[in-house]
């Protein structure tokens, strides 16, 4: 049997075609030819403007046919971003100046163009805090204690969120149309050839047949295919219109099944080497290089997995479930003959990556090119078509447009912040709140984080943390990478938290399963990203810096840290636990995961005993059964 990813079929007008197409061949032109910053911004912003005018509809819905004032609002943009073009550079002497009356009513419309994009791509939070951002500027001066400042003019914000690169086209814009959108353009390309079918198909046919297999299936396919849609809801309604009847044919609960579609398309964007995209906002900001980010959340995605994987296994063996037979699965071998090749430009990706000196942008350009040459060593059923190579740069260009949105409108939200100086007295308000403890500013940045990510995406709300309350954790001594990958985590696994849980609640509609019980059910199975960032911000050999040794120790305490939380969390180890006894194993599993050398011997000794107390009644009726199973056999 063969999997097919077959996305929802919508008419999309020529037009829309024709432009998105246009954006992604100048995307890939930039991507091997450089242009000045400015220009690159500013027709990258203008062209995903014009487009959503023309897609995206005023109630957020996808069109089918192009209205008169989408049209218009195209229009609109297309002239404003032209004008911007031809006349930026005349411009940089006055930086900081009030703009002319003209240039003041078409930065107007431009930002409000700008607001009313995100708005139908993303839905009003994000624009909300944008318009906040910039009332506080005009008004701050009204709000009492350390949260006011001097007011700044109309006019003075105006001009400095249109012409320069301190708004709408400042870093943000850069980083979206230098690195994500050709990240964006890649993962699209793949699907188009057929790379999606092939990875889940792929999945089916390694861990189809084992137990759990189903779910197992759905963990592989949904981590595989969420790097490639960056996209934790896009994610679970892809991948999950199959795993999740798969799941609930085999025995699992409904709510179970719908759990754990989320928790894997959840952690589809902690997977290198993408990271929903916020890899590239980290490294502009740190200044560090790709690789380093890279190696630092290798392991935690690892031992999400694991973790994962741990509890499908063990729910599998309460449940006392088989895999799916051999012949309801799709041939690995003959899956892996028909599509080895889509391995070739993800290879191509990692090599130029780590391996050579080119740039990040050069190496999503060479990767995305490879694509339809490496489908051509699948001869002509594999090779992929001038119509699949459209598809992919039209699917590549309407994929990037919230995202897009999503970095224009964050533009301005930290133009308003660096211009206020809100950014540092953000710091100051947290470090007091905190009472100088540490413990309790990762608290309240969880808490934040996860809050803010409930309403928009996890990109989005990683803009706004780490600009407000990154440099708290970072002046408290944390290390600064870990301060951002501490805040992207738990912004990512809001999609996955009550109340909201926009990711848990699209898995519980396909799996018709309650809601909330879904949500929760998925919050267990994610303990271990609950916990795991508080360590490593303790412990940075987590995030692989430090000597062979650290990382070695902490990479082997870790794993069974993670294997003891996993028996606590679905209460199963060799049987159901009592009360004491899973707390036990908890205690000794966070101690395991816990930076020191005493918590890992004291983690060490707890969770040794309690295995070996528990194990061996469950190995020795495994060894009788089979026995049992050979004698009757013969």
């Not at 296994?313 to 003959?337: C, H, N, R, V, Y």
């Not at 199963?572 to 050398?597: E, S, T, W």
């Not at 060894?623 to 009757?632: E, L, N």
């Amino acid at each position: 049997m063969e999997i097919r990813v077959e996305p929802p079929k919508r008419h999309i007008p020529v037009p829309i075609k024709i432009i998105a197409v246009a954006m992604s061949l100048f995307q890939l032109y930039t991507g091997i030819f450089q242009l000045t910053a400015m220009n690159q911004r500013v027709t990258h912003v203008t062209f995903a403007l014009v487009l959503v005018y023309l897609f995206y509809g005023f109630d957020q819905r996808k069109k089918e046919k192009i209205s008169w004032h989408g049209y218009l609002l195209a229009g609109t943009a297309l002239v404003l971003g032209i004008y911007v073009l031809a006349t930026w550079f005349k411009k940089i002497g006055a930086i900081g100046m009030s703009p002319p009356w003209h240039e003041l009513a078409m930065g107007t419309v431009f930002l409000l163009l700008c607001i009313e994009a995100a708005r139908r791509t993303l839905g009003w939070v994000f624009p909300v805090i944008a318009i906040v951002s910039m009332i506080y500027a005009r008004f701050g001066e009204m709000l009492p204690g350390i949260l006011a400042h001097r007011n700044y003019a109309f006019e003075r914000i105006v001009g400095n969120m249109f012409i320069t690169t301190d708004g709408v086209f400042g870093m943000l814009a850069g980083i979206s149309a230098t690195y994500i959108f050709l990240f964006i353009l890649f993962g699209a390309m793949l699907r188009s050839a057929g790379g999606g079918e092939f990875f889940i198909n792929l999945s089916f046919g390694l861990f189809g047949h084992v137990r759990g297999g189903p779910a197992k299936i759905a963990v592989v396919a949904s981590s595989l295919f969420g790097m490639l849609s960056g996209s934790g809801t896009a994610n679970v309604a892809g991948t999950g219109q199959i795993t999740i009847p798969l799941m609930k044919r085999s025995g699992y609960k409904p709510h179970f099944s719908a759990a754990v579609e989320t928790v894997s398309s959840a952690g589809g964007l902690m997977m290198p080497p993408i990271m929903g995209s916020a890899v590239f906002i980290i490294m502009e900001v740190l200044g560090v290089n790709y690789i380093t980010i890279m190696k630092a959340a290798c392991l935690m995605a690892v031992l999400y997995y694991v973790g994962l994987f741990l509890m499908i296994d063990l729910e599998a063996q309460k449940m006392g479930m088989e895999g799916l037979p051999k012949e309801e699965l799709p041939s690995l071998k003959k899956t892996f003959k028909e599509g080895w090749f889509f391995i070739i430009p993800i290879a191509v990706l990692v090599f130029f990556l780590m391996y050579s000196r080119v740039s990040v942008t050069r190496a999503a350009f060479w990767a995305t090119i490879s694509i339809p040459f490496c489908t051509i060593l699948g001869g002509s059923k594999g090779r992929m078509s001038f119509r699949q190579v459209l598809k992919g740069l039209q699917d590549g260009a309407l994929t990037a447009l919230p995202v897009i949105a999503i970095l224009s409108v964050g533009g301005i939200v930290l133009g308003m912040i660096t211009l206020t100086g809100l950014g540092l007295m953000m710091s100051g308000l947290l470090i007091k709140m905190s009472g100088g403890h540490l413990i309790v500013l990762l608290l309240l940045t969880m808490v934040a984080s996860i809050i803010l990510g409930m309403g928009v995406p996890p990109v989005a709300a990683y803009i706004v943390l780490a600009i407000l309350v990154v440099p708290a954790l970072i002046n408290m001594g944390v290390y600064p990478l870990a301060a951002h990958l501490f805040v992207f985590y738990f912004a990512t696994i809001a999609g996955i938290t009550p109340p909201m849980a926009p990711d848990a609640f699209v898995a519980a509609g396909i799996a018709d399963a309650p809601m909330m019980r879904t949500a929760f059910t998925a919050c267990r199975l994610a303990l271990v990203i609950f916990i795991i960032p508080y360590m490593f911000v303790y412990n940075n050999a987590l995030l692989l810096v430090g000597s062979f040794w650290q990382i070695a120790h902490v990479c082997v305490t870790a794993f069974f840290g993670v294997l003891a939380l996993a028996s606590a969390a679905q209460n199963y180890l060799g049987g159901r636990l009592p009360f004491v006894l899973r707390a036990l194993v908890f205690l000794g599993g966070a101690c395991l995961i816990f930076p020191g050398l005493k918590s890992d011997v004291a983690g060490l000794v707890v969770v040794a005993l309690l295995f070996g107390l528990r194990t061996p009644g469950k190995v020795r009726d495994y060894a009788f059964g089979w026995a049992r199973k050979q004698h009757t056999t013969q």
